[in-house]
């Protein structure tokens, strides 16, 4: 698709998040006519609205699967969004990251990395800068690192040039079969939709690949395996907080190594690396309490990481709204976990949690309903030597309006 084949069509522009108000403007900019449509209640409402387009853009929080895109489609409207159609825009070749947890982090890594190599690189996703804020001004020998979701890769069309794949477990799953909420049918949908990024490779192209994925995603398209492993930066120096973070390395290092970065070089850009916000972030130490922030942990898996990441006693605050997740691996975790001497559980996921923690022989506090509430009753049991750790393996919308408002209200409420 290009700019032309836009020119004299019936345009929609569904759902005015983040993402659909850069394409908005970049519209704007080149002259493209289009509707918006927003504010929805349910996805539901849309059945029957979107068929008298000829394309749709819609946002990643609309799934694909969702019966008014599927109904749309199926009545011959052409079905794009604001990623499909900055990989066919996109003059540079593209490195796309993706994974259940860790893509911000070795996005942000890889990044620096290459530009320790010498290169102009564009770095864009949830971790801060939309593509369509700088498409107009990237080169064809720049490089592009793009952090890349389910809902983004579903139907995607066209894949990276190097593409990552860190690791796929269960999130953002919704099996009601509604498509009422931003989830995936099922954890086969889900797996399906990350291995796009790497299903319209060429063999001129590279696929980064986690050792712990099943052996069979080596079949999936035709780039170039490699596979990564922590154990090939096990020697690295590094700062950021936890071991889990060796898979990011790795993975990073090993975009660097394809783009023929010296070792030395990537080397150095890991040791300066310091981690990104809301990610494993020591706040503050205060009274010999260390306060650590993790607010972007929203699953399972990242939150078992941080908990793994100290040795120290922790005191845990987890829970939040509901994404579809079981937990029974975090419980288990918790159950286990010989430094885990306090868990703070919240929100209306707090239940299942507990359910599934049930056993665990350390203090457990419930029923707060904000965060000052939250941190009076971290405080309460914390002492010097302790972790107070924020890592809700949760979404934030039933107390917050978003993770980074979780984050700045508990960064706020332990410095008073």
């Given at each position: ?50 068929d ?77 800068t ?13 490089l592009?690192?793009?952090e890349?979701s389910?809902?983004q ?42 291995l ?68 030395d ?33 929203t699953?399972?898996?990242s ?20 994404k ?93």
């Amino acid at each position: 698709m290009n700019l032309e084949h836009l020119q004299d069509k019936k345009i929609a522009i569904v759902g005015m998040g983040v993402n659909n108000q850069k394409l908005a403007s970049f519209f704007d900019a080149h002259g493209i006519v289009y509707e918006t449509i927003a504010d929805w209640k349910r996805n539901s409402d849309l059945v029957g609205q979107l068929d008298r387009f000829d394309i749709l853009f819609r946002t990643p929080g609309l799934p694909y699967m969702a019966p008014a895109i599927q109904q749309a489609q199926s009545k011959g409207v052409e079905i794009s969004s604001q990623t499909k159609l900055f990989f066919d825009l996109c003059p540079a070749k593209i490195i796309g990251v993706t994974g259940t947890k860790g893509k911000g982090t070795t996005s942000t890594l890889a990044a620096k990395i290459l530009e320790a190599g010498g290169y102009k690189v564009w770095l864009a996703g949830n971790i801060g800068t939309d593509p369509f804020e700088f498409i107009d001004s990237i080169k064809p020998e720049d490089l592009v690192v793009l952090e890349l979701s389910s809902f983004q890769l579903q139907d995607l069309h066209r894949s990276p040039h190097i593409a990552v794949v860190l690791n796929i477990t269960a999130d953002h799953l919704d099996e009601s079969g509604t498509y009422n909420k931003s989830a995936h049918g099922s954890i086969s949908e889900y797996f399906d939709a990350k291995l796009q990024i790497i299903a319209h490779q060429t063999a001129e192209d590279f696929a980064v690949i986690s050792h712990e994925l099943p052996s069979d995603v080596q079949n999936v398209g035709h780039g170039q395996k490699i596979i990564f492993d922590p154990k090939d930066v096990e020697d690295y120096e590094y700062i950021i907080l936890g071991k889990h973070n060796l898979e990011n390395i790795a993975a990073a290092s090993a975009v660097g190594k394809i783009l023929k970065v010296p070792e030395d070089l990537i080397r150095q850009a890991v040791k300066n690396f310091p981690g990104l916000p809301h990610r494993l972030q020591k706040v503050l130490e205060k009274d010999g309490i260390t306060y650590v922030e993790d607010s972007i942990s929203t699953n399972e898996d990242s939150t078992i990481a941080a908990i793994q990441a100290f040795a120290e006693p922790v005191i845990l605050i987890v829970g939040g709204s509901s994404k579809g997740l079981e937990y029974k691996k975090l419980g288990k975790t918790i159950k286990s976990a010989g430094n885990l001497k306090a868990v703070v559980a919240v929100g209306e996921e707090a239940p299942k949690i507990l359910k599934n923690m049930e056993g665990y022989s350390g203090k457990i506090f419930t029923g707060a309903k904000n965060m000052q509430e939250i941190i009076s009753q971290a405080k309460s049991i914390a002492t010097a030597g302790d972790v107070v750790l924020l890592s809700p393996a949760a979404a934030s919308f039933d107390m917050f309006k978003n993770y980074r408002d979780r984050a700045e209200q508990f960064v706020t409420e332990i410095k008073k």
